[in-house]
Structure formats: C-alpha cells, structure tokens
C-alpha cells in the first residue's frame, strides 16, 4: 500500500515529475539518443514549473484588480482564497494526474476504435485542462472519486472533440491530413 500511495502523491501529484515521465517514455519509445532524452526530460520539467509559477504570478497579480473593481460596484467574483497553483498541486495534484491519465487513455481508446483518429499531444494542454476541470469540481463541491471522473470525462472530452473540431481547417492550411 505505501508504493501505491508514493505513486499516488509523489508521482501523479507532481506535475513535472509525472510529465516528465511521459517525456522520457516517449523519447525512450522513439529511440531517441540519450542526450535528446535527458534533454526533453528536462525541459519538460522545468517547462512546467515555469509555468506553475507563471500560474501563481498571474493570479497574484489579479488579486489587488478585484479590490480595485470594486470601487465600481461591479460583480468580482468570489476571491481565491490565495490558494496559488503550487498550493492547489498540492491538496489536488493526484486527481489530476488520475484525471490527465484517464483522460488520456480515453482519448486513445477513442482514436483506436472510432472514426475520430486524432490523439491529444499538446503537453501543457494535457496538464492544463485537468487542473481546470479538478479546479472547477472543487469549485462545485466536489470531491474524491466523483471529482476525477468528472474531470475524466470533461478532460476526456476535450481532448477528443477539440483536435476533431480544427482538423478541416487546419487540412486546408497545411494541405496534409497526417
């Protein structure tokens, strides 16, 4: 049971680890030289803390705005309990690593026995719209294993719709379906 928790928290609970593990098994897969390998680890690595950080520089910024705009008696929305991305990593980084990874399988499922042959490879965007949609959950009150199958089937769904949605367009810019 402790490996199964250490998989759970330390690994799907830290998004530069987890993606850069599926960094690494994708440069490994593609027998990529050991020094493109380190290198894309890396990168992803530091690629998302970066924009972790980046995350909590925005929403530390936003916060004073929302005092300022009430001056004009308009509607803020409910403040953020200066809950940045790091600390939000850390209460709920394993739903959306559950959620990223579901999702994920999902979205290949689809692609292998559907005509929607597209499989979501956006890196930051495989980490991104699991946080939101774990975010958003908890926003609602949701929680454990309501709250991944929930961000599962919203993450899952983007993941699968949005690519399909663009493919014409972008077939025409590019003049290539692949």
């Not at 894309?40 to 998302?48: D, S």
Request: aromatic letters at 12%; glycine letters at 10%.
């Amino acid at each position: 049971m402790a490996v199964l928790d250490f998989i759970i928290n330390e690994i799907f609970g830290s998004a530069p680890i987890f993606l850069s593990l599926i960094a690494l098994f994708g440069l490994l897969l593609q027998k990529k030289k050991f020094n493109e390998v380190l290198a894309g680890t890396l990168k992803t690595t530091v690629g998302v803390v970066i924009l972790q950080k980046g995350t909590d520089i925005i929403i530390g910024s936003i916060l004073p705005l929302m005092g300022a705009f009430g001056v004009f008696n308009t509607t803020t929305g409910e403040p953020i309990e200066s809950m940045g991305a790091s600390t939000f990593m850390v209460e709920y980084g394993s739903a959306i690593g559950i959620a990223m990874v579901l999702g994920f399988g999902i979205n290949l499922l689809v692609a292998r026995f559907t005509k929607w042959k597209t499989v979501f490879l956006t890196g930051h965007m495989l980490y991104w719209f699991p946080f939101i949609f774990v975010a958003a959950g908890v926003d609602a009150g949701l929680s454990g294993t309501t709250l991944i199958v929930v961000a599962t089937i919203f993450t899952a769904l983007y993941m699968i719709v949005s690519p399909n949605l663009i493919r014409p367009f972008v077939k025409q810019v590019t003049q290539d379906d692949s």
